[in-house]
């Protein structure tokens, strides 16, 4: 099946430094990766939506300036959260859509990076 | 709207049926599916449902879609200690992949 890794799966960081984190799709090219954060105990939350060789497209309330995104290929997204406080500390997840997918199953999530910002 | 929402808690006895429930606001849903997330990692998909079905079962898993009152179901049959886990109902609206979560409902399965 697609397979959708993430990297890394854990980081801690010190307040006012920036993190990456990397989505791949490892056995298939998605055209559309999707970014989500996760609060404990709560739901999944689209942060943005990345096309390949274009702008991501963000969701409001969501600071573009503060996650960057970007899609330069058919299988990898980056996020960066720059200058990370302590409120930017959460699971982030990706997921990655098939191209030229029709029905319903086409996006593949990631295990998901764990921020922690000190 | 556009909430999808979830109880946020369920309890069975291993062996026993679970039923997760989920209700939804929008009604140009096209899909609608049912995610399993288990502590500390990502979404796995267990199924998913066209909306112009009442029901689809696959093995354990039985996904009952009440369209007139944007009611959702997954219906776990022989629950076992494994199931337990946060499970996500998400739709899918118009041509679109963009996908709204549910609240999540947390099932824990006793011996």
């Known amino acids: 099946g697609a397979v959708v890794s993430q990297h890394p799966s854990r980081v801690i960081c010190k307040s006012g430094t920036s993190v990456k984190i990397e989505c791949r799709s490892l056995d298939f090219q998605a055209t559309t990766m999707f970014w989500y954060r996760q609060f404990p105990k709560q739901s999944l939350m689209l942060m943005a939506t990345s096309n390949e060789g274009s702008k991501a497209t963000y969701e409001q309330g969501v600071e573009k300036d503060k996650f960057l995104i970007n899609h330069a290929s058919l299988t990898l997204s980056t996020l960066t959260v720059t200058s990370a406080h302590p409120e930017d500390s959460s699971f982030y997840i990706c997921?990655?859509?098939?191209?030229?997918?029709?029905?319903?199953?086409?996006?593949?999530f990631g295990p998901g990076t764990r921020l922690t910002v000190l | 709207g556009e909430d999808v929402e979830q109880s946020l808690f369920l309890s069975v006895r291993e062996g026993d049926s679970s039923v997760i429930n989920c209700t939804y606001t929008?009604?140009?849903?096209?899909?609608l599916y049912w995610y399993k997330q288990e502590p500390g990692a990502g979404l796995q998909l267990l199924t998913y449902i066209f909306s112009n079905m009442d029901m689809k079962q696959d093995q354990r898993l039985t996904v009952l879609l009440n369209k007139k009152d944007k009611h959702l179901s997954l219906r776990i049959a022989d629950t076992q200690t494994g199931d337990s886990a946060i499970y996500f109902c998400a739709e899918k609206k118009g041509g679109g992949n963009k996908l709204t979560f549910g609240t999540g409902t947390q099932l824990k399965v006793e011996l």
């Open positions: 929008d009604s140009s849903s096209t899909y």
């Open positions: 997921s990655a859509s098939l191209a030229g997918a029709g029905g319903g199953n086409e996006q593949f």
